[in-house]
Structures are given as structure tokens and as C-alpha cells.
């Protein structure tokens, strides 16, 4: 089994809609991270959470939100997604400030 | 702000050939550096990492990175370049002081027979 799983894989929504992307870890890692990814802007962090009662805004939180459920879950929301976050979605995890393990991403299309 | 930049956003090469992929950074104090490795379609996998100490790193796949502390450079070279090498290269800095981390924007690197 994988050790950062993230479901769904792929989804298409439609604006307006509340979307959660939902993101699970068999690492032990303290650390997770949510991204997304567009073509030539590399990774952009979008939020992330150092335990389960410390969670940060990265770069681009605007119009997202997370929750972190326990250790090994970090879910992240669109409230009400607009078609400019299309986007692949990945999550991340690491131990301090060690390497992270990526999951295999989701795509989000919003039309 | 802190930032991470790679000036090359393609890069193509002859197999066999060597590769230098560059990268720079914008942070005040010693970062944690990375490089990842994006197969196509596939999620990001860690090439090499640099913390403290030896300031030239080797990785998995032959690849090597050497910290430049003067250049604020964090290079990523391999002496011999396979056709499976062919993938999208990130560059990446764990900045400790402001608990960020940040990633380059790339580089897609191409193989020619």
C-alpha cells in the first residue's frame, strides 16, 4: 500500500460547488503539507500543519481551507471552487524538516 | 521574501551527455536544500538533500549536488545523462527560520537520442 494516498483522483466540479480533496498518510509523520501544481509555476504551498493543532497559511490559501483530523489525515476544501483553481492538487508529507513523501496528486477540474 | 529560482525551464540533452541544472535561492541563513524528480503523471520522488556538513551530496540515479553558500546556489549535476533521466526537475528550500518551505518553478529536461 501507498504511504501518502489521496482521494479523489481525479474530479471535475462545477463552479459555485464545495469540493474536499481528502489526503492520508501510513507514515508517522508529524508534518503535512497541501500544494498544488500548475504548468511552469512549479509547486505553490497552500497550507500546511506542523502537528495536529498547529496549522499555517501557505503562499496561496485564498479560497481554501484544511482540516487536520488526526496525525494521519489532512483534508483540504474549496469552499466554493472557481474555475481558476484547476489545478493538480498534491499532498505531502515529512518528519521535521526532513524529505517529503508526495501522494500521487489529484486533478481538479471546475467548469 | 524568501524565494527559490531555476532559470532554466528547458533543458535538452544528448544521452550520454553531462547535465548541470541550476538553482538559486533567496534566504538569509543556511536553508535545507532539496531536489525532487517529476516522472511524467507521476507524483514527486527525493533525488538528493543537503542539511549541514559535506558540501557536495550525492543521491540516488547517479545524480550529485553541490551547495555554494557564496553563490546561494544548490546546482544539480549528472556526469552521464540516461534517456529515463527525461522528467520535470525541482529545486527546493526548507527556510527553518520562517517555517516555509518553497519550491522552484522547474526544469523539464529533455533527452535526445
Known amino acids: 500500500d501507498a504511504d501518502v494516498t489521496q482521494t479523489p483522483r481525479n474530479r471535475i466540479t462545477k463552479t459555485g460547488k464545495r469540493i474536499m480533496l481528502e489526503c492520508s498518510q501510513t507514515?508517522?509523520?508529524?508534518?503535512m503539507y497541501w500544494y498544488r501544481q500548475d504548468p511552469g509555476l512549479g509547486l505553490q504551498l497552500i497550507y500546511y500543519?506542523?502537528?495536529?493543532?498547529?496549522?499555517n497559511k501557505g503562499e496561496i490559501s485564498d479560497g481554501y481551507s484544511v482540516s487536520r483530523q488526526a496525525q494521519a489525515k489532512f483534508s483540504l476544501s474549496l469552499e466554493s471552487a472557481i474555475p481558476n483553481q484547476t489545478a493538480l492538487y498534491f499532498c505531502?508529507?515529512?518528519?521535521?524538516?526532513?524529505?517529503?513523501?508526495f501522494g500521487p496528486g489529484t486533478r481538479l477540474t471546475v467548469l | 521574501a524568501q524565494s527559490v529560482t531555476q532559470p532554466d525551464i528547458h533543458i535538452t540533452v544528448s544521452e550520454g551527455a553531462s547535465l548541470e541544472l541550476r538553482c538559486n535561492y533567496s534566504?538569509?541563513?543556511?536553508?535545507?536544500l532539496f531536489w525532487y524528480v517529476q516522472s511524467p503523471g507521476q507524483g514527486l520522488q527525493l533525488l538528493l538533500k543537503?542539511?549541514?556538513?559535506?558540501?557536495l551530496v550525492q543521491g540516488i540515479k547517479g545524480f550529485e549536488a553541490e551547495f555554494k553558500r557564496s553563490q546561494s546556489s544548490f546546482n544539480l549535476r549528472k556526469p552521464s545523462v540516461h534517456w529515463s533521466d527525461a522528467a520535470e526537475y525541482f529545486c527546493?528550500?526548507?527556510?527553518?527560520?520562517?517555517?516555509?518551505?518553497?519550491f522552484g518553478s522547474g526544469t523539464k529536461l529533455n533527452v535526445k537520442p
Open positions: 527546493a528550500v526548507g527556510a527553518r527560520n520562517f517555517n516555509k518551505f518553497y
Open positions: 500543519s506542523f502537528d495536529v493543532k498547529d496549522i
Open positions: 507514515k508517522g509523520h508529524d508534518r
Open positions: 543537503y542539511f549541514s556538513g559535506d558540501t
Open positions: 505531502a508529507t515529512s518528519q521535521g524538516w526532513d524529505e517529503q513523501f
Open positions: 534566504y538569509g541563513a543556511t536553508p535545507y
